[in-house]
Structures are given as C-alpha cells and as structure tokens.
C-alpha cells in the first residue's frame, strides 16, 4: 500500500497556519496544538557563531574534491572528539584540542559552534608551528586522536579515514559533474543515494573495506550504481524460511515472493532461487560450509540474472522502483564499524515484529498516529549446512516497499546531507532547500518556517514512536537513517515510518504483556532487553542522534537558533510525558545523557552487530543540551 500523504489542513502555506510561528525569536501568537516557542534567554555561550544570511564560503565549496573531502573528514573526527570528551565551549573563536601523548595540542578555527554537537570547524593546525605551515589534514588528526586513546587499534582507524576520505571526494567529483544523473521519476531512490558526506559524528563514514574500484562504482549510491542480482539454487533439504507476509488476505511463502522475484530464471528440480550481493555470491565460495554444499550438490551458482536493483543509503539494502519488495541483502564488506551480514536472531526479529503489529497493536497505533507506520520485514531465506548449522551469509530479508514513485519519503540522515544541485555553486541539504522554498512561498523568514517544520517533524514522528514504547514496551533504534519522514508536496512532514530489522528493544519489565500479545516473543529473536539498557539506547537514538542532530542541522546550515529549536523540544517533551514513555522525562530531567561514541568504538575495533548489545558500543557521558 502506497504512502499516500494526507490531505494537507487549510492554510499552511499561509502566513497564520496552525503551527506558525512569525519568527523564530519573537513568536507570533499561535492557536495549534503547541504554545509559542519562547523567546531565548540570554546571549549565546562563547564561540557560538548565530546563523547569517551573509555566511562565509563554505569550504565544502572546495574546488578540489580530494580537499573538501578531508576538510569533512577532518570536522567529522573533531566533532567526534568534542562529543566524546564533552568538551565545554571555547572562550574565543579557536579550539584548543590538546595532545598530551604527542606534547603539543590542536589550535582549531570554530565557524560555528553548536549546542546539539553539530560543529563546523576549519582546517586545523599544530600549536607552535609558523603560520605559514600547511593545516593539519584529516589521516594525521586520526593518527594523533588514536594516539591520545592509547589503544594500539588507533594505527587501523587512521587507514579507514584515509580510505573514507577518498570514497567521499570520489563520490563529490561525481555528483558535481552531474548533480542530477538522471530523472528523478522515484522520490525515494533520490533521497536513499544523496547521503555524500554520511554521518556527521562518525570518524569513517564512507569506509568500505574490500571493495575495487570498479565494484565502488557498481554498489555504490553516491554514484547511483545498479546491478541485476547474483543468484543461487538451494535444495530444500537445507533451506530455512519464514513469512508472515500477506496478499489480499491470503499468506505467501517466502519461497514463492523468491521465486517472483526471480521470473524467468530456470532452476535445478527441488530447488529455490535464494538472491545474493553479487560481492557477497563470490565472497561465499570461498567459505568451507559454501564450498562444501556447493560439493554436494545442495547448492548450485546460477549467476547474474533480472533487471537492476539500485543500492539504498545503507549500500546492502536494494531497491527497484515499482516492485512489491526490498531486499536486505547479506554483505560482508566492512561498513562503518560493522561486516553487514544478516543474523538468524535479526531475520526472526523482522517477521516477529510484523506478526506482533497485527495482534492489533498497529490499529491502535494507527488510530492514534494514522501518518506513522514501520516498514515490515515478514519474510526471509537462509541456509543451513547439512548439520543445521546457519551459514552466515547465505540469506536475505524480504522488506515491503510501501512507496510509491510520487511518494516523497525522505531518511533524516538524507533530508540533512549537504549535496550538490543543479544549477548551483554551493552544497546544501535538502532540508535547507525546502525551508527556502516554504518561506519564499509563504513570505515568511526563514526561521520561523524551520521553527514550524520542527514542531511538525516532533508531532508526526517523534511522538508516534514514543507512544510506542509507553503503550506496548517496544523502542525503535530510530536514529536518522532509520527514520523516514513523509513530505507534503509543499514539503511539510505529515508522516513518517521506521525502518530495520535489527533495531528493536522489547523491554523486560513488559515482558508478561507482550507475552499476551504474541506467545513465544522473543523466544528465538533475542529482543528483550533490560530496562536500563533500553532507556540509554533509546535516549540515544531518538533524542540525541535524532531529534538533537536535527537541530544541529538547523543550526549548523543556518536555517534557525538552536536554542530556539530545544525550547520547541523541551515543550514538547513536557506535553509528551503523558504517552508513558519514560524518554521525555529522561531527556527534560537528567544533566547528563549517556551518548555513543563513535570514533572510541572504531579505535576498540568493536563490530556492532556482534556480541551482546549493552557492549557493541562505546558510551560515553554527555552534558544534556536540554538542561544546560
């Protein structure tokens, strides 16, 4: 089913729509849901750079793309460090970083300082060298910040910036000399391929260890890479499914989506087409369990086969425009900090969470939230060895696609990426395009429609996802690339969905209930977690990587007052209290958050999809912006 969007409420390209607010400073008196969002108090701390519309180049805006990719590479690794040694504000417009294990310090420029963590900084340079020293460039902060950790895995981040950094400038080259490559006949694909940069508080955001060139080129995205499907024949005898997946009622096998999928292709008698990452198929020959099926005639290589599929943000996960599903492909490439293969839990967990939505669960949520949803994932193919061992690997999740060509369902993470456009000298964000957009519209400034934007963005997402968790004890991971909002045509948010298979916390104090709703949960999806460990993750994902990074975004582009923006969170946290989450009470009452950290976990060369999830990561303990 497509994700229509709702018909819009009257006026809100007016300048007294429901939730307008006249500036962003000054609010306009307001008759929607929320109370105007307060005047800040006083100024900014130290360093804080207030959003201009005479903003400096960018040096983004570099014309060598090897250079601008460093300088993000290099802002990436210092945003890290900032975060994860929770640094206070500096006093002037320099950073002093120091550098104890190498005796000297960092003196870095501050274009920008953020509340929310979302800094912009410029080219670095070592304390005590002439001014005529070139900067600082970002393999050589890695080597120093590895070194100031003290552990010997700092050597392997330096190689996987320094790798990231050349897929980022590759991937800048490419889109500037043809920002729009093609049609942009499905809204979708565009926003999954735009991420250039990633994420902003990650040290390797584009590392991909083991792929070629030409391979970059055909997986990759950033490059709007496609390939047909690489496939594979298994006998029953060593297959394993599952499918809760439903057309007009009637159920359908995972064998029978699989064999859709792969019309045409002609397969050995008692078999199944099993589709595989054409990098993955000849990764696996290579493993003695493959090797060994292959022998015994259990499975059979049947190679390239179908029209193209397009790689989504997450490389792994492929989409074609106008077919009934997605494919979370296994991929045993090294992406950010994880090889990204498919666990039996994970498969379980996509169908489970799928069978638990229909107990009933997703028409109460509906009725309260009609414009959220979460992209199901209700069926799956794996492999076993003769044994009935799992063979890691060998397998794939069937996801629905809900999204239409015309549907413009945008990830956060996306909706916030600097990219080049058509026709334009400068990177911007999506999101920075259609709040210049809305208020040339609606003759408003811009700060105030960001402000608007927020609070819609908090009402159609956020608060669905935490009346989730108060009204069944289930927390989403949603963090920016997980969590998709639905755009008006206007491009107001009026919905949104969540999506990952991986990414659920059923919490244990819940347990009985959930039992209730669905007998055997988590029996073979290893989902419950404790309490404890869900608030930290949860407070993460949803209130730090989510809807802080949001504001950050905001305030780093220009487009609004940070402060402003976390006075709109503070009241709507107190408003959302009432959905039984304990979040908005964590996030409104605690001084400190607990926060992922992700340049410690890659110096600890911790693989997040491995090991029991309270030490996949690194933590670290932040100030809360919204108490400081």
């Known amino acids: 089913m497509n994700a229509t969007p709702a018909p819009e409420a009257s006026g809100t390209d007016a300048p007294h729509g429901p939730l307008a607010v006249e500036q962003a400073v000054v609010p306009r008196q307001h008759t929607g849901p929320y109370d105007p ?21 960018d040096h983004l805006d570099d014309p060598d793309p090897r250079r601008a990719a460093d300088l993000a590479a290099t802002e990436n690794l210092l945003r890290c460090w900032v975060r994860e040694r929770n640094l206070p504000a500096p006093a002037s417009a320099t950073l002093r970083v120091p550098l104890d294990a190498s005796g000297t310090a960092l003196q870095v420029p501050v274009i920008h300082w953020s509340l929310t963590g979302w800094h912009r900084f410029g080219a670095p340079a070592l304390e005590g060298l002439p001014a005529t020293a070139p900067p600082v460039d970002a393999v050589t902060v890695a080597a120093l910040l590895g070194r100031e950790t003290g552990r010997s895995e700092g050597t ?26 093609g049609p942009e006949s499905d809204l979708f694909l565009t926003a999954e391929q735009s991420l250039l940069l990633g994420h902003p508080l990650h040290p390797t955001p584009k590392s991909r ?97 179908g029209a193209p599929w ?104 996306a909706l916030t990426a600097p990219r080049p456009w058509p026709g334009a000298t400068r990177m911007r964000s999506r999101l920075a395009d259609l709040v210049t957009r809305l208020a040339a519209r609606t003759g408003r400034p811009t700060a105030a429609v960001s402000a608007e934007w927020f609070l819609r963005y908090l009402d159609q997402v956020v608060r669905p996802v935490l009346w989730l968790d108060g009204t069944a004890g289930v927390a989403l991971e949603a963090h920016q690339q997980n969590t998709l909002v639905l755009l008006s045509p206007e491009g107001w948010p009026i919905g949104g969905r969540y999506r990952d ?48 990074g ?23 946290l107190g408003s959302a209290t009432a959905l039984g989450s304990p979040l908005p009470h964590r996030l409104l009452e605690a001084a400190t958050l607990r926060c992922k950290a992700n340049l410690l976990t890659r110096v600890h060369g911790l693989d997040e999809l491995v090991g029991p999830v309270d030490t996949q990561s690194v933590y670290v303990t932040i100030t809360n912006p919204l108490r400081s």
């Open 156 to 181: 392997e981040l330096v190689g996987r910036v320094a790798d990231s950094v050349l897929r980022t400038a590759e991937f800048i080259t490419a889109r500037r000399r043809r920002p729009n490559p």
């Open 37 to 57: 969002l307060p005047t800040p108090g006083p100024a900014a701390p130290a360093g804080h750079a207030a959003p201009s519309s005479g903003a400096p180049e």
């Open 501 to 548: 298979n991986q990414g659920y916390y059923f919490r244990e104090s819940r347990r009985e209930e959930l039992e209730k709703r669905l007998p055997g949960i988590g029996g073979v999806s290893d989902t419950f977690v404790s309490d404890r460990v869900t608030d930290e993750r949860f407070a993460y994902y949803l209130g730090i990587n989510n809807v802080l």
């Open 310 to 413: 397009h790689p989504t943000s997450s490389v792994r996960t492929v989409h074609r425009p106008g077919s009934r599903a997605m494919l979370k492909l296994s991929l045993g490439v090294r992406i950010t900090n994880s090889r990204r293969e498919n666990l039996r839990k994970e498969l379980h967990r996509g169908v489970e969470v799928h069978r638990l939505l229909r107990t009933g669960l997703v028409d109460q949520w509906q009725a309260a939230h009609p414009g959220f949803d979460i992209v199901r994932d209700p069926a799956w193919l794996a492999v076993d060895t003769q044994d009935g061992a799992p063979v890691p690997g060998l397998d794939v999740m069937i996801r629905h696609n809900p999204f239409g060509a015309a549907d413009d369902a945008v990830c956060v993470a």
């Open 550 to 572: 949001l504001i950050g975004a905001f305030g780093a582009q220009g487009l609004a007052d940070e402060r402003v923006l976390l006075a709109g969170f503070r009241q709507f």
């Open 209 to 305: 260890e083991g792929l070629s060139e030409t391979e970059t080129h055909r997986y990759s995205p950033e490059l709007h890479g496609s390939f047909p499907l690489h496939w594979a024949a298994v006998d029953r005898a060593v297959l394993v499914t599952d499918s809760a997946w439903t057309e007009q009622g009637r159920p359908v096998s995972a064998e029978q989506l699989s064999t859709g999928l792969a019309e045409g292709l002609a397969i050995p008698p008692g078999t199944v087409p099993l589709p595989l990452h054409p990098w993955q198929a000849r990764e696996l020959l290579h493993r003695p369990a493959v090797a060994s099926l292959l022998d015994a005639g259990l499975l059979h290589d049947l190679g390239a086969h």
